[in-house]
C-alpha cells in the first residue's frame, strides 16, 4: 500500500507565494509518477501540475492553469515531491491533493482516474 500525505496548505493573499509538499510512504515503484491535482467547491477535480520519475532523472508537466505561475519539482528527500505556487489568485482557492501512480518512462497520466493512490488533501484559500 502506498500513503501519501499533503501539507502546506492555509490562507494567503492575492499575489502571495505557497509550497505545497506531498511525503509518500509504504510501497516504492522505480518509475512512477506523482501528481498534484485540486478540486473547488462545486467543480470536478482538476489536474495542476505532475512528475514523471525513474531512478536516474525526472520530468515535470504541467495542466494550462499551472503554467508560468507554479513549479512541481522534488523535495528535501527521495519521497517528497513539492508544488511551488506563485502569483496566487482567488480562483486557485481549493482543496489540492497529491496522487501517484506506477508509469511506463514516456507516460505522462493526467486524468484523476489513472492515480490510484491519493492523499487526504490541504485547503489552500487564497483571498482578494
Known amino acids: 500500500q502506498v500513503q501519501l500525505v499533503e501539507s502546506g496548505g492555509g490562507l494567503v493573499q492575492a499575489g502571495d507565494s505557497l509550497r505545497l509538499s506531498c511525503t509518500t510512504s509504504g510501497r516504492t515503484f522505480s518509475i512512477f509518477a506523482v501528481a498534484w491535482f485540486r478540486q473547488a467547491p462545486g467543480k470536478e477535480r482538476e489536474f495542476v501540475a505532475a512528475r514523471s520519475e525513474n531512478p536516474l532523472s525526472g520530468t515535470a508537466y504541467y495542466g494550462e492553469s499551472a503554467k508560468g505561475r507554479f513549479t512541481v519539482s522534488r523535495g528535501n528527500t527521495k519521497t517528497t515531491i513539492d508544488l511551488e505556487m506563485n502569483n496566487l489568485k482567488p480562483e486557485d482557492t481549493a482543496v489540492y491533493y497529491c496522487?501517484?501512480?506506477?508509469?511506463?518512462?514516456?507516460?505522462?497520466?493526467?486524468?484523476?482516474?489513472?492515480?490510484?493512490?491519493w492523499g487526504q488533501g490541504t485547503q489552500v484559500t487564497v483571498s482578494s
Open positions: 496522487a501517484t501512480s506506477p508509469v511506463t518512462w514516456g507516460q505522462r497520466p493526467v486524468l484523476a482516474n489513472e492515480f490510484p493512490y
